[in-house]
């Protein structure tokens, strides 16, 4: 599980639900969850679950509403290191060879979930606010670079958005094709020395 996304002992049943979601994702995957798996990670009563939602897809939009909210607060990035160092600290999140089986697990789940965005109007909804808030983020980190002189005159937006799409495409490339991240880094770090770097950086 990643690093305070959950309490311990949570004190809310939203968290202890939602918490049991998580375990239930990483071990069935989307296309097999049910209600009454994530009951058997859930330390109470399976019928409180039903209490709280009524099927599967309520439970899990509400699950990426927690994500969102996390990421909020804890981005991952260190606030003191400057912006090519809080840009990389991301590319090493994402172009790690080194993840766990619950890691590719749980990507693979919200891969499977992301896909339900293509015919149903709330996952996209969720998946939208999702992307603009990582987007957003990568621009304010560009434009941070700016102002420290690390960076080029870029658009900041523009650039986030393009970074964004590197990203995401090589998480989504983990967890379906064979890939070579290593490669992938190399090029995805040309792409930000040629486009984002100053002169003698």
């Known amino acids: 599980m990643p690093p305070g996304l959950f309490p311990e002992e949570p004190s809310e049943t939203r968290i202890e639900i939602l918490k049991a979601t998580y375990s239930a994702l990483c071990e069935h995957g989307y296309a097999d969850l049910t209600i009454e798996r994530i009951g058997q990670h859930f330390p109470k009563s399976t019928s409180l679950v039903y209490h709280h939602y009524e099927g599967k897809d309520e439970l899990l ?116 094709s064979d890939v070579d991240l290593s490669t992938l880094r190399a090029e995805a770090e040309a792409y930000v020395e040629a486009r984002l770097l100053a002169e003698g950086r």
Not at 94 to 114: G, L, P, Y
Not at 147 to 165: N, R, S, Y
């Open 61 to 176: 939009l509400d699950f990426l509403s927690y994500l969102l909210e996390d990421a909020e607060e804890n981005l991952g990035t260190d606030a003191a290191a400057n912006a090519h160092e809080r840009l990389q600290m991301i590319f090493d999140q994402v172009f790690t060879q080194e993840k766990s089986s619950e890691e590719i697990a749980f990507q693979q789940a919200m891969a499977w979930m992301r896909a339900q965005a293509t015919t149903d109007e709330e996952y996209r909804h969720h998946f939208t606010q999702h992307d603009r808030f990582f987007r957003d983020q990568l621009a304010d980190i560009i434009r941070d670079g700016i102002e420290e002189g690390e960076f080029k005159e870029v658009d900041p937006e523009q650039m986030g958005i393009a970074l964004h799409t590197i990203l995401s495409g090589t998480m989504a490339q983990q967890v379906t």
